[in-house]
């Protein structure tokens, strides 16, 4: 048994099926820690390209959408060869969620108004069936 961020990971266990022991990493996710890294971008010349004929411009390309800075981030660290570098697990990601959870409550949301009142938030049915929204998203209602 080793101990790894306060998580049990037992020896009989692959060690792909043993990353999905931590919180926030799935059967993907473990899939991509354990693949082999890529082998180096080399440029490929392409024969097919015709440059345009002199005196024709190229037609207008549209202008791309403006990244956040999440995406801004995500992009470099790929770009770096380490996708998985900005990955959060275990505490750090549940405090994200409880942060965001909060911030629902705080503007006064539908979403957060649901999380307030353990009932189901993503449009589940409440006549019956919502005891999974009861146990899990029971949260204090007062701040």
Request: charged share 25%.
């Amino acid at each position: 048994m080793v101990h790894i961020l306060g998580v049990l990971l037992p020896d009989s266990f692959l060690a792909k099926q043993a990353l999905t022991k931590f919180y926030g990493v799935g059967h993907a996710t473990a899939q991509r820690i354990c693949a082999p890294p890529p082998a180096p971008n080399l440029p490929v010349a392409s024969p097919s390209f015709i440059p345009p004929r002199p005196g024709r411009p190229l037609l207008s390309t549209p202008q791309p959408r403006k990244k956040t800075a999440e995406e801004e981030r995500l992009q470099t660290a790929a770009k770096k060869g380490d996708p998985l570098k900005y990955l959060k697990i275990e505490s750090e990601l549940k405090r994200e969620i409880r942060e965001n959870i909060a911030h629902q409550r705080m503007i006064g949301s539908y979403v957060g108004l649901r999380h307030a009142m353990g009932l189901p938030v993503r449009g589940q049915r409440t006549q019956t069936n919502a005891k999974n929204a009861r146990k899990l998203n029971r949260v204090n209602r007062y701040f």
